[in-house]
């Protein structure tokens, strides 16, 4: 089949799905276009107690007994569903004709391979299907178009369509977006991230396409792949819910994604728990502030007893507790005997809105592997990435068969693998800490987290409490002088120095030989961190040097990383981080900012833990399992694999997925045989 003749084919089938979507006659209640399930169903309808298969052929030839009767019993052995037809549009012989079904698949009429008739009645269709709805002056022609338009983007997806989804959307497109406001993320999240110092306006084509499609919906699953933005759309959704004047909850199961959650939807009337301290909640048990929580460490197998799930379904049920929408995320997590305590939840159980967000690679928690979730209408699929940078997500998207490829602004970003060839602590803890250093080439030192799959809780780990750099070894005297012994290197040499990028080597003493540099040895403290007089003196050296020079470079955002053995200089500019030009660092050193962004630990050391805290907030390297950092994300990830141990697949899938730009992997060979090939 040539290119023109499946252009024309998929349009006849499209236009062929609206017409009898819209036909007031059929009473379905789900439509699938290009069922996953079979090669030979181009549409399934499912009605109450039974289903229809249909293959929509179309051909400018004749359409001939043998090829039709071929088509026939495939369709047929293909499907197990209850009924099956046929559908002929083109020219037919008068056999084809007279056949009114072959085995068990119906053929109707043969219809004439007429687009624009075609068309022409599905605007019809449309005319009566809208009826009040439809405004004046709209040409009922482009809105057909832009249907066949949005149904071929679902086909793609696989979506199982509901008829109140179908309807739903149908007026969603008709009227379109309320405002360009419709398109950007609410302010709450802007802020949040405003906050960490990232930038997240815009929902992306497919995040708008679902939280538009969500109006008017009751029960919905959104199933995403990870780094597709389902948290964000379940707090988005959250937001416009509550904005709306509806009562609205979010629940998860991890007590450091209700943090995140909460942040997230700050500022709203929106309540976000996880599920245990929801139950005590119900059952009147105080609560305390996320942040406050005091039963950590926290772990993914923390299950609620029988009897305080039935207690607190007593309660809920006796109680005038209910909630108009309830937005679940991570609801893989969530256990088949929870649910029904979650849906008596609902002010109006079919009535109100119940949306889940899940993906099932990234099922770690608990010790059930039940997938199973309430009824719901429809089924969206997301997928596009858009956390992952390009490298990190060539990796993620080998646990997904069908993923797509990152988006186009997520370009960049660092893989590196390292094969342990044993697993002593020796051996692990050598490993992971040059891993950190290399990591904090990319990232910054407080932007960077260590997961590992040893088990739980990260407290036990052997990373815990690892020194990664310590203070004593070269401090911040040495590091300046460092820097400074390079530009007088430049000065003497009579070198240009604007663009160049440096840095002292990694060994080795610097070597100063102008006196305004000898001078400014002497002077400095030894104190751990520098004095108003450290600070001016410096100033006044660096300026002193440059004097001759024209510095074009202007101040740019630069912090000091701890080194092997010694503090480097990082440049960090539109989420990048990199070596610094010479000019660049002349000017941080002649202003007040070279000691302020001193590391103020005397040591750099990882601590475990798993309780989430703002990322800006901590004070050393943090230490997580991937349930404790489930629906999180950090700039840079250190993952180390353990040994081999239970679901080792899902929760690589998770840790890895938590990268935004740097990620490092550690495993035996062992454990990395188990996983997709990483590289």
């Known amino acids: 089949m040539g290119g023109r003749e499946a252009i024309r084919g998929f349009s006849v089938q499209f236009l062929f799905a609206l017409i009898r979507a819209t036909d007031p006659e059929e009473r379905w209640e789900y439509m699938t276009i290009e ?10 309808f499912e009605y109450s107690g039974r289903k229809l298969a249909v293959q929509v052929k179309s051909t400018e030839r004749v359409f001939r007994k043998s090829e039709v009767q071929y088509w026939a019993e495939s369709l047929e052995r293909s499907s197990t569903a209850d009924e099956y037809e046929l559908a002929l549009f083109g020219p037919v012989t ?26 022409e009645r599905a605007c019809r269709r449309l005319e009566r299907f809208l009826g009040d709805d439809l405004a004046p002056g709209i040409e009922t022609e482009l809105v057909a178009h832009a249907i066949l338009q949005k149904l071929q983007s679902l086909a793609i997806s696989g979506v199982r369509l509901s008829r109140s989804h179908f309807e739903t959307l149908i007026r969603v497109w008709m009227s379109g977006p309320d405002s360009d406001a419709d398109r950007f ?25 679902v939280i538009t499609a969500l109006r008017g919906l ?31 909850l979010v629940l998860c199961h991890s007590p450091n994604l209700a943090i995140h959650l909460s942040s997230l939807t700050s500022q709203t009337e929106v309540d976000v728990f996880d599920f245990d301290s929801w139950m005590n909640l119900l059952l009147g048990t105080e609560v305390a502030d996320h942040a406050e929580q005091d039963s950590w460490p926290w772990t993914g197998y923390a299950e609620p007893y029988d009897k305080t799930l039935s207690a607190a379904l007593t309660t809920l049920q006796r109680s005038g507790i209910r909630w108009d929408a309830i937005i679940v995320d991570e609801g893989q997590d969530i256990r088949s005997d929870w649910w029904p305590l979650i849906e008596s939840a609902l002010r109006h159980c079919q009535h109100s809105q119940l949306t889940i967000f899940c993906d099932g690679r990234q099922k770690v928690t608990g010790t059930s ?46 893989f590196q693998l390292t094969l342990l060839p044993n697993q002593t602590t020796k051996t692990v803890t050598g490993a992971v800490k040059d891993a950190v250093l290399q990591g904090l080439e990319f990232v910054e030192w407080n932007q960077l987290v260590i997961l590992t799959a040893e088990g739980e809780p990260a407290t036990a780990s052997v990373l815990n409490d690892l020194l990664i750099w310590d203070s004593t070894a070269a401090g911040w005297k040495t590091a300046v002088l460092h820097y400074l012994s390079v530009v007088e290197y430049f000065i003497r040499s009579e070198r240009r120095m ?17 006196s305004t540099l000898k001078s400014l040895e002497r002077s400095l403290s030894c104190d751990a961190q520098p004095t108003s007089d450290d600070v001016m003196a410096v100033q006044l050296a660096t300026q002193q040097l440059t004097r001759k020079l024209k510095i074009k470079a202007e101040l740019r955002r630069m912090q000091w990383i701890p080194g092997q053995g010694y503090l480097r200089l990082r440049e960090y500019a539109d989420g990048a981080v990199r070596v610094p030009s010479a000019d660049s660092v002349v000017q941080f050193l002649m202003s007040h900012e070279w000691a302020e962004t001193l590391p103020r630990m005397q040591d750099l050391k990882v601590i475990g833990t798993d309780k989430y805290l703002p990322v800006m907030d901590q004070s050393n390297i943090r230490l997580f399992t991937p ?14 694999l353990g040994s081999v141990n239970h679901r080792i697949v899902q929760k690589s899938c998770v840790g890895l997925s938590r990268a935004r730009f740097f990620l490092h992997v550690l495993g035996s060979r062992e454990q990395l045989a188990r996983l997709p090939k990483l590289k």
Do not use: W
């Open 498 to 514: 604007n663009s160049k990028v440096f840095e002292p080597p990694k060994s080795g003493r610097y070597y100063p030989v102008l």
């Open 94 to 119: 008068e056999a084809v004709a007279t056949a009114r079904q072959i085995g068990r698949v119906r053929i109707p009429i043969p219809q004439g391979l007429d687009l624009a008739a075609l068309t």
């Open 35 to 44: 069922h996953p399930g079979s090669e030979s169903v181009d549409v399934l």
């Open 369 to 414: 592997d039940d997938d199973s979730y309430p009824q719901t209408d429809s089924v969206f699929q997301i997928s596009r990435n858009c956390r992952n940078a390009s490298a990190v997500h060539n990796v993620v998207r080998r646990f997904y068969v069908y993923a797509p490829v990152s988006d186009d602004k997520l370009r960049g970003g660092e």
């Open 185 to 209: 993320f609410s302010s709450p999240i802007r802020e949040h991230f405003e906050a960490l110092r990232k930038t997240v306006e815009e929902l992306t084509a497919e995040q708008y396409h």
């Open 627 to 640: 349930s404790s950092f489930k629906g999180l994300e950090a700039d840079g990830i250190v993952m180390y």
């Open 218 to 248: 009751t029960r919905v699953r959104v199933e995403g792949t990870a780094g597709s933005g389902k948290t964000l759309i379940a707090a988005e959704r959250a937001i416009r819910l509550d904005c709306a004047g509806l009562k609205t």
